[in-house]
Structures are given as structure tokens and as C-alpha cells.
């Protein structure tokens, strides 16, 4: 057997042809297995195989013929099938699109939150014991106290009491009876401080302290009793960061101090492994007396923040109370700044690899496999966690279809609209352009230049041509514009649909007036002449002969163009968009067949559902073989090539 013969021309054709071949998909290959697409890359190793075996040998010949084809049929056609099949038993959408481990491992890094009391610290981030691995952050906690405000000695006499007759409006009148303050009296409340002056109270005889003012009313002695276990804690404006505090009451009255609140700080070194309490001696503060430096603590520069940024973001520093609990950096510090930020957290949800669960620490709820794509809650059946992972689910999306009325009620009114559509447009279209045929038969003047405008719309690019026409049915187009009318053609349901049905009549009319015409010369004349001296007329003519026979002849293209039509998604998406909604929130239109539809739930909705898309895909196909091969059967074409 010789493998290279014939035409040395010939022979070198095809070994340059053979060799480019299989040196691209050898690349192809090979990118596919190095990607990890490892069944793509077995099937370019069958096309490389085949392509040699086809076209190196003579064992075959036709398959020199029919492997292109073969393998184009597998990679464009078998194989999208078998993957929708596929993925219509299987429960693939928002959020169920991992695999199972990756599942897992997602929910366990992102099982994070704030403690409840969000905690937070301004930190300064460097490195402990020397070892710039062992990343540690600095962090001062601020702690308010109060005290004796240092360089005040006044002592204020003092009336407790309430403003205005509301016994919750709390106010100090306040005596400096030993003259050791630049104020005389005051009136103090909670959050304000009015000094007065002699002629603004009414004065104690025997001590001279003040005892009323405008506004003010004295607690009685049985009053002043029953909240004496309160009044320690009470505290009255005094000057800026001072405040006046009541000491037991002697007669009635009150010594009231004056008292500073201040701020002190408490320090901490946080590493992966320890939480160290550091006394103020060991430690480097700035003006404010926060922590910037500390024993056996080193402050990471700029370049080394930069450096170790990814390490400094996702390290876990160890808290003063146990795990889950932890310190993680959420901010790092700007270049010539000293401090980040950081945050308590909690590491919430646990999982146990044993029981294949996952149990918040926080509220208890434990978490087990549905056998659907998610971790839930047995008790709480709404309440799962994100993401889920892609679950076979049998029959679930194609049961889906009947039993969830949110999925059954839009999808009938779509099946009955496609069924609709796709029927109407071809009886539209095969009539006019049979009616056209007919008419552009007869012996006219000018019958090409009218032939040539009745093809326009179907030498014009389909897109632009319903782009063009959306444009003119908007409410604002040419349309209304020029009949000086206000008609929603393409936001009213019933407007809506006649509009389609007759921007795709404009668009398909002419395919079938060109094989219509095609068909007319088909027709032997002498049928009609035989007729005609038989005494039939045109009407019976057409009815009875040239109908019958153009039906027989184009039956295969009407079902064709009833397939088409069934999925024609370009004129419904780019016309109307489906719309209008059925109702607000409705995933379908009053325009939307099954194609288009099945392209919302799949990629226009904010949870994409490729698994139910793809179940409605194989009842698309299902429907649209069934119909096809009907038609065909019933029409007896496929007959003569018995």
C-alpha cells in the first residue's frame, strides 16, 4: 500500500496541509493539559490521531471526506449537548458553582466576623524577638479615669435639684463659700455651666449660700433620701474636661468637688503565638503617651511593610481571650505614618471534617450536608451558608418546571406565546411571500426591479434591521412622531407581540418568496393548461394543484423556518427584551419565548441558573424535534427517498 501517491504537487499539498494541522492542535492540546482541561485535551489527541489515520493512509477514503465534519459535529454540536444534558441534573447556579472541597475550604476562610463589641486598635506593625517572620503589632488601649483635678482646691456648697418643674432635668446650684474660685455661684446641669451673680440667687441667712435661682427647684429632704444611692455617680459640668462631683449630703447641702477625667493607656504585643501584657516602663510613647516602640519589639519600614504586605494581611495574631478569638490587620500604615489598624475577630463557623458539619460558635447552629448543594440548618431549613457547590440533583430542575409555581406560571405563558410566535410568523411569511411569488409571476413591467426590492430586508444584516426598527416603534420614534399618535408599541403586551409578529414578517417574507418563486417554475405549465381546458378556474387552480404541490415541495423548509422561529432569539432580545414584565420582579415578558427566557435565567437575573436553564434547553430540543419530525412524517416527504 502506498501512503504518499499521485501528484508530487498534490503530495506536498497535503503534507504542509497535514503538518499545520496537527502542529495546531498539538498546541491546543497541550495548552489544554497544562490549563488542567484534561478532557478537551484527549479529544484534540482523537482529532490528531484521526487526521493521520485519514489522511497518512488509504485504509479509508471517504473518511478523508467526512472527517472535518465529524469532528466539528462532536466539538460543536454532540458535545454541547451532552454538557446540557448534563448540567441540567445538577444543581449549578449563583453561588453553587465549586466544587465541594472548594466549598468547604471558601466557608472556612471566610468564616469571620467582628467581635460584638467591634473592637479595634490603632497598632504599630513590625516583628518580635528579632525574627521579622514572627510579624507582631503594638497596640495601646485607651482607658478613661477619673481623679482629683490637680491645681483646683475649690469646695462648692451645693443645692441639688431639677430646672423647668421636670424633676429629670438634674441641676446643681453651687456656693464657693470659701472664695477659693474665680465663680462665686453657678448653676450646673449634666452637660451645661452658667456662672451667676448675686443678683441671680436668693441667699441662706445664717451661711450666705445660695439657695434658689430663676428656673431651679430644691429636691426635698424625703426626695433627696430615696436617691442617695445615686447621686455618687452623678456628675455636673464644671470647666473644659472638669466636671463636679456631690459628696453626702449635711443638712440638705451637698460638698461638691471638682474632679478631671483623663486618659491612660494599657499596652499589649500580639504575635501568632502569644498576647503579652507590657508595663508602661518597657514602652516608647509618642505625645499623646500611645505606644510607638517597645522592648524586644522592632517596627517594620515602609520597604519592609511593602515586602511582607501579603503576610502582615492575612496573619492571625493571638487575642487576651482564647480562640476563635483573634487580632487581624485590616489597614496598614500609610508611608511616614506610624499606625495600622486592626481589629478583634472571630473565627465563627468551625468545621468538623469527622461529621461533615459546620457549627457556629456564636449561636450553636450546626450546619450538615442537604445532599443539594448547600450546608443548612436543620432546624432553621432557610438559614444556610454561601457558597454552595455544584450537587447532582436529578430530576429536581425538570420537576421544577410543574411544581414551582415562581418557574410554571411564567413558563406556560411563554410556551403558549412560542408556540404562537413561531406558528403565526411562519404562516405570515409563507403567505405574503407566496402571495408575492405569485403576483411577480406574471409577465409585468419592471418585474426585476420589483424582484429586487421585495429581497432588501433579507439582504440586510437581521441586527440592524430590528435595531432600526425598535428605534422607529419607541414611544418617542419615527413612528409616532410622524402620525402624530402616542401608541406604547413595544410597552403594551398585546402592542407588543403584533409588533414582533410584524417586524419579523418584514424580515422573513422575502426567504420565502424566493423559494416560492424557485417552486412556481417548478411546476410543469401543462398541469395548469390541463386543468384550465377541463374547465377549472385560476382560484381552483392554485387551490387544488399549485398549493397541494408547493406544499410538498417546501414542507421541509416550513418546518425548518417553525424550528427557527421556535428559537428565534435575536428578534425578541433586540426588539423588546422579552418585555414587558408580567410583573414587577418577573424574570419573563409578555414577548419572551423559551430561548429567551432560558437566556435570563442563565445570564440576565441576579442568581444565574444555569442548571434550570439548561432542563428547559432540553425540552426546547425536545418540543422542537418532536414537532419537526411530526410534520415531517405527516407530510410523507421523507417517502421518496424510500
Known amino acids: 500500500m502506498r501512503i504518499f501517491k499521485g501528484n508530487v504537487y498534490a503530495v506536498i499539498a497535503k503534507l504542509i496541509f497535514v503538518t499545520l494541522a496537527e502542529s495546531m492542535l498539538g498546541y491546543l492540546m497541550l495548552s489544554a493539559f497544562g490549563t488542567g482541561d484534561t478532557n478537551i485535551a484527549i479529544f484534540l489527541a482523537v482529532c490528531i490521531l484521526m487526521i493521520a489515520f485519514a489522511y497518512l493512509t488509504n485504509i479509508s477514503v471517504p473518511l478523508k471526506f467526512f472527517a472535518p465534519g465529524i469532528m466539528f459535529l462532536i466539538a460543536f454540536v454532540i458535545v454541547p449537548m451532552v454538557f446540557t444534558l448534563s448540567m441540567s441534573v445538577f444543581k449549578y447556579q449563583t453561588g453553587n458553582m465549586l466544587s465541594k472541597e472548594a466549598s468547604i475550604s471558601t466557608i472556612d476562610d471566610q468564616g469571620v466576623v467582628p467581635d460584638k463589641n467591634n473592637t479595634a486598635y490603632d497598632v504599630v506593625i513590625g516583628y518580635y524577638d528579632g525574627k521579622k517572620s514572627n510579624i507582631a503589632v503594638l497596640g495601646s488601649i485607651e482607658k478613661e479615669v477619673e481623679g482629683a483635678a490637680p491645681g483646683v482646691t475649690a469646695k462648692f456648697d ?204 456564636l449561636s450553636g447552629a450546626v450546619y450538615t450536608d442537604d445532599g443539594k448543594g448547600n450546608y443548612r440548618n436543620a432546624k432553621k431549613p432557610k438559614d444556610f451558608l454561601e457558597p454552595g457547590w455544584r450537587q447532582g440533583v436529578w430530576f429536581d430542575n425538570f420537576t421544577s418546571l410543574f411544581n414551582d409555581t415562581r418557574i410554571r406560571e411564567p413558563l406556560i405563558k411563554v410556551f403558549i406565546w412560542t408556540i404562537a410566535f413561531a406558528f403565526l410568523t411562519v404562516i405570515t411569511q409563507f403567505a405574503l411571500g407566496l402571495l408575492v411569488a405569485v403576483a411577480m409571476d406574471k409577465k409585468i413591467r419592471g418585474r426585476g426591479i420589483y424582484r429586487s426590492l421585495m429581497i432588501l430586508p433579507y439582504a440586510m444584516p437581521s441586527i440592524m434591521s430590528i435595531l432600526i426598527w425598535g428605534g422607529m416603534l419607541d414611544d418617542n420614534g419615527a413612528i409616532n412622531g410622524i402620525l402624530n399618535i402616542s401608541v406604547p408599541w413595544l410597552h403594551d403586551e398585546w402592542l407588543a407581540k403584533v409588533s414582533v409578529l410584524l417586524v419579523n414578517l418584514w424580515l422573513g417574507f422575502p426567504y420565502f418568496y424566493l423559494i416560492a418563486s424557485g417552486s412556481l417554475q417548478a ?103 418532536s414537532m419537526s419530525m411530526y410534520g415531517i412524517r405527516k407530510s410523507k416527504v421523507l417517502d421518496d427517498f424510500a
Open 158 to 361: 451645693s443645692v441639688l435639684g431639677y430646672l423647668n418643674g421636670d424633676k429629670t432635668n438634674l441641676a446643681v446650684l453651687a456656693t464657693d463659700t470659701w472664695m477659693d474660685s474665680q465663680y462665686a455661684y453657678f448653676l450646673a446641669t449634666p452637660s451645661s455651666f452658667t456662672p451667676l451673680t448675686d443678683a441671680d440667687v436668693t441667699l441662706e441667712e445664717e451661711n450666705y449660700t445660695a439657695v434658689s435661682t430663676k428656673d431651679f427647684t430644691a429636691f426635698s429632704k424625703a426626695e433627696i433620701s430615696s436617691m442617695l444611692e445615686d447621686i455618687p455617680s452623678l456628675k455636673f459640668k464644671y470647666e473644659t474636661n472638669y466636671f463636679l462631683k456631690l459628696g453626702s449630703p449635711i443638712k440638705g447641702m451637698f460638698e461638691g468637688s471638682v474632679n478631671q477625667s483623663m486618659t491612660v493607656y494599657n499596652y499589649f504585643l500580639a504575635t501568632k503565638d502569644e498576647y503579652i501584657r507590657v508595663p508602661p516602663v518597657d514602652i516608647v510613647k509618642d505625645g499623646s503617651g500611645v505606644g510607638i516602640g517597645a522592648k524586644n519589639f522592632k517596627k517594620f519600614t515602609s520597604e519592609q511593610i511593602s515586602k511582607y504586605s501579603n503576610e502582615i494581611g492575612n496573619v492571625r495574631l493571638t487575642y487576651s481571650k482564647p480562640a476563635p478569638y483573634f487580632i487581624g490587620i485590616e489597614t496598614l500604615p500609610k508611608p511616614g505614618t506610624n499606625f495600622g489598624y486592626a481589629i478583634v475577630q472571630i473565627k465563627n463557623i468551625q468545621y468538623d471534617k469527622k461529621s461533615d458539619t459546620f457549627t457556629n460558635v
Open 523 to 625: 411546476i410543469p405549465k401543462e398541469l395548469a393548461e390541463s386543468a384550465s381546458i377541463d374547465g377549472a378556474n385560476p382560484r381552483q387552480i392554485f387551490r387544488l394543484i399549485t398549493l397541494p404541490l408547493l406544499l410538498r415541495m417546501l414542507t421541509p423548509l416550513l418546518v425548518a423556518s417553525f424550528a427557527f422561529n421556535f428559537n428565534n432569539f435575536n428578534i425578541i432580545y433586540l426588539l423588546t427584551g422579552g418585555g414587558p414584565s408580567f410583573e414587577f420582579g418577573s424574570v419573563a415578558g409578555a414577548t419572551d419565548i423559551l430561548i429567551s427566557y432560558t437566556y435570563k435565567l442563565a445570564f440576565d437575573t441576579t442568581i444565574q441558573n444555569y442548571g434550570l436553564a439548561s432542563a428547559i434547553s432540553v425540552v426546547i430540543f425536545i418540543i422542537v424535534a
